[in-house]
């Protein structure tokens, strides 16, 4: 039975209230049955607050749900669940010891009696990773999976459910192009049958080419529904910020200097002679697939992994870290790319998360209160950073701001190199501008930059100098004015036939 255009569910004058914050107030969407409908807004602007109320996660503190014609208000996940409602949330919610068979049936375990049919769940679990041509072994740990394989689990969680609505709160921030483009193709199968579909990105583009409207949110308020064809990115853009923003780039003069991070022949745990250099002021961007080996020999050089072969040199001098407390101490920084599991303390206060790093050098005593009140107010500043005390735990505050405070806890320890993994997944369109002419300042200033983005357009707005790596091999160094996306690609997936790899550094 395809009802395809029928209301499949109506959201009326929906509010929750966080203490003081009003994360949703009033706010109103409608969906249809075969319907992508796109949920856009700011860092914060309530979206995931209204995914969670949906899905019996968190209880509203009023207005009224129609779910199928029926008013509903789920107290579980599991009711919404056994309603048709399935969701890929947006922080990754899988348990990292338990094996993928277990993720994709962890609250659900059919089998009576206690009695679990692993042969059958084993079968299951493969049809769904089919679906979206994931192929890993259904008994490995997540732990041991990367952040992209969790994601496409995720996915195929949602898919192995049989829901009528599946609400996807961006479920693609770590996939690569090609992954991200067997998804649609899935949303459109599921359009086809009829299939429900809230999705909810930071990519406009992206949500222009898929939906059939689109509702932003703002600051917890509903602004409006745009069909697509009425809809451009910017009126979009405008409808998010409630403001026209200024998208012209700051540009600060490139002020490149000495070799400051030399890596020569450098062999581990998926890569393999691996030869570059970053210098003072210079913003190298690393590019490539998922899997490419690009966080491996980031995190080696960091000190948070192994290497077995090869040198790094910085400031002139070998070194080999041996913990990333050491490349801290020696003026490095990395962000990492999965905020969740290696970078946020969830219970701790946000100003706590963003001092952290930089504690132990403040000056001891009286004055340190205020000093890590005042660091913490400044990044928060200079990030702007949405929050409503900065003594609320980390936890409280949207996907998009978590992921500024962990950016900030790195500035705030002023690195002479930075490491950034993905550094605006999740970040909204006007806080990654932020972020782009805080890179482009911190480079002037000559902090040597190393950027890991599966972004195309970042890394061509950004980068001096792009890295390109397939397979654990360095298959491309190309200067800025010689990249465009499409030789990315071919560098990318190791179709390029010259593999012109300066071995020096100058360019
Ligand atoms: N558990 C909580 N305690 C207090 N405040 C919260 C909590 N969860 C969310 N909030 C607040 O509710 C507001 C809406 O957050 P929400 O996560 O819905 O935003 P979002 O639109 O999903 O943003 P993003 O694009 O960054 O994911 C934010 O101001 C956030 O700080
Ligand atoms: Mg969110």
């Given at each position: 039975?395809?009802?395809?255009?029928?209301?499949?569910?109506?959201?009326?004058?929906?509010?929750?209230?966080?203490?003081?914050?009003?994360?949703?107030?009033?706010?109103?969407?409608?969906?249809?049955?075969?319907?992508?409908?796109?949920?856009?807004?700011?860092?914060?602007?309530?979206?995931?607050?209204?995914?969670?109320?949906?899905?019996?996660?968190?209880?509203?503190?009023?207005?009224?749900?129609?779910?199928?014609?029926?008013?509903?208000?789920?107290?579980?996940?599991?009711?919404?669940?056994?309603?048709?409602?399935a969701?890929i949330?947006?922080?990754?919610?899988?348990?990292?010891?338990?094996?993928?068979?277990?993720?994709m049936?962890?609250?659900?375990?059919?089998?009576?009696?206690?009695?679990?049919?692993?042969?059958?769940?084993?079968?299951r679990?493969?049809q769904a990773m089919a679906l979206i041509?994931l192929?890993?072994?259904?008994?490995?740990?997540?732990?041991?999976?990367?952040?992209?394989?969790?994601?496409m689990i995720e996915i195929a969680r949602a898919l192995s459910v049989n829901a009528?609505?599946i609400?996807?709160?961006?479920?693609?921030?770590?996939?690569?192009?090609?992954?991200?483009?067997?998804l649609?193709?899935v949303i459109?199968s599921l359009?086809?049958?009829?299939i429900?579909?809230?999705?909810?990105?930071?990519?406009?583009?992206?949500?222009?080419?898929?939906?059939?409207?689109?509702?932003?949110?703002?600051?917890?308020?509903?602004?409006?529904?745009?069909?697509?064809?009425?809809?451009?990115?910017?009126?979009?853009?405008?409808?998010?910020?409630?403001?026209?923003?200024?998208?012209?780039?700051?540009?600060?003069?490139?002020?490149?200097?000495?070799?400051?991070?030399?890596?020569?022949?450098?062999?581990?745990?998926?890569?393999?002679?691996?030869?570059?250099?970053?210098?003072?002021?210079?913003?190298?961007?690393?590019?490539?697939?998922?899997?490419?080996?690009?966080?491996?020999?980031?995190?080696?050089?960091?000190?948070?992994?192994?290497?077995?072969?090869?040198?790094?040199?910085?400031?002139?001098?070998?070194?080999?870290?041996?913990?990333?407390?050491?490349?801290?101490?020696?003026?490095?920084?990395?962000?990492?790319?999965?905020?969740?599991?290696?970078?946020?303390?969830?219970?701790?206060?946000?100003?706590?998360?963003?001092?952290?790093?930089?504690?132990?050098?403040?000056?001891?005593?009286?004055?340190?209160?205020?000093?890590?009140?005042?660091?913490?107010?400044?990044?928060?500043?200079?990030?702007?950073?949405?929050?409503?005390?900065?003594?609320?735990?980390?936890?409280?505050?949207?996907?998009?701001?978590?992921?500024?405070?962990?950016?900030?806890?790195?500035?705030?320890?002023?690195?002479?190199?930075?490491?950034?993994?993905?550094?605006?997944?999740?970040?909204?369109?006007?806080?990654?501008?932020?972020?782009?002419?805080?890179?482009?300042?911190?480079?002037?200033?000559?902090?040597?930059?190393?950027?890991?983005?599966?972004?195309?357009?970042?890394?061509?707005?950004?980068?001096?100098?792009?890295?390109?790596?397939?397979?654990?091999?360095?298959?491309?160094?190309?200067?800025?004015?010689?990249?465009?996306?499409?030789?990315?690609?071919?560098?990318?997936?190791?179709?390029?036939?010259?593999?012109?790899?300066?071995?020096?550094?100058?360019?």
């Amino acid at each position: 039975m395809n009802q395809t255009g029928a209301e499949i569910l109506r959201v009326e004058a929906v509010s929750k209230r966080y203490g003081g914050v009003h994360a949703l107030e009033q706010v109103n969407f409608d969906l249809r049955y075969g319907e992508v409908h796109a949920l856009v807004g700011e860092n914060g602007a309530g979206k995931s607050t209204l995914i969670k109320v949906l899905g019996g996660i968190i209880p509203r503190n009023g207005g009224r749900v129609l779910f199928e014609g029926n008013e509903v208000d789920y107290q579980r996940p599991i009711e919404a669940l056994h309603a048709g409602i399935a969701i890929i949330h947006q922080e990754l919610s899988m348990m990292p010891s338990l094996n993928v068979i277990e993720n994709m049936y962890m609250g659900r375990m059919p089998g009576r009696f206690g009695i679990v049919n692993w042969k059958d769940l084993e079968r299951r679990t493969r049809q769904a990773m089919a679906l979206i041509d994931l192929h890993v072994d259904p008994y490995a740990a997540v732990q041991d999976l990367t952040i992209s394989q969790r994601q496409m689990i995720e996915i195929a969680r949602a898919l192995s459910v049989n829901a009528k609505l599946i609400i996807m709160d961006e479920p693609n921030s770590s996939l690569t192009q090609g992954e991200s483009e067997r998804l649609f193709a899935v949303i459109d199968s599921l359009k086809a049958r009829g299939i429900a579909i809230i999705y909810v990105s930071h990519k406009i583009e992206e949500v222009l080419r898929i939906s059939d409207r689109i509702t932003v949110f703002r600051d917890g308020k509903y602004v409006g529904t745009v069909d697509r064809e009425d809809a451009t990115e910017q009126k979009i853009i405008n409808m998010m910020v409630g403001r026209e923003l200024d998208r012209t780039a700051i540009s600060v003069p490139d002020k490149i200097g000495d070799v400051l991070l030399d890596v020569r022949d450098l062999s581990g745990p998926g890569f393999d002679k691996v030869n570059f250099a970053v210098r003072k002021g210079e913003i190298v961007a690393f590019s490539g697939l998922v899997g490419a080996g690009r966080s491996e020999v980031a995190s080696a050089i960091f000190g948070a992994r192994p290497f077995t072969d090869g040198e790094i040199t910085f400031y002139g001098r070998p070194v080999r870290f041996k913990s990333p407390k050491h490349a801290i101490r020696a003026g490095i920084a990395m962000v990492q790319e999965d905020r969740k599991v290696l970078s946020l303390f969830m219970d701790m206060t946000i100003q706590r998360n963003i001092t952290m790093a930089e504690l132990p050098y403040m000056s001891k005593g009286v004055t340190s209160d205020g000093a890590e009140r005042r660091l913490a107010q400044q990044m928060v500043r200079s990030l702007d950073i949405r929050l409503a005390s900065l003594d609320d735990p980390v936890s409280s505050l949207s996907g998009g701001n978590q992921q500024k405070t962990v950016l900030s806890r790195w500035l705030a320890t002023t690195p002479k190199l930075l490491i950034l993994d993905e550094p605006t997944h999740g970040v909204d369109v006007g806080a990654k501008a932020e972020i782009y002419d805080l890179i482009r300042k911190l480079a002037a200033q000559g902090v040597g930059v190393m950027l890991i983005s599966s972004e195309l357009p970042e890394v061509l707005a950004l980068a001096h100098r792009i890295v390109v790596m397939h397979e654990g091999r360095i298959t491309g160094i190309l200067d800025r004015a010689d990249a465009s996306e499409e030789a990315l690609m071919a560098y990318a997936t190791g179709i390029a036939d010259d593999f012109a790899v300066p071995a020096e550094v100058s360019s």
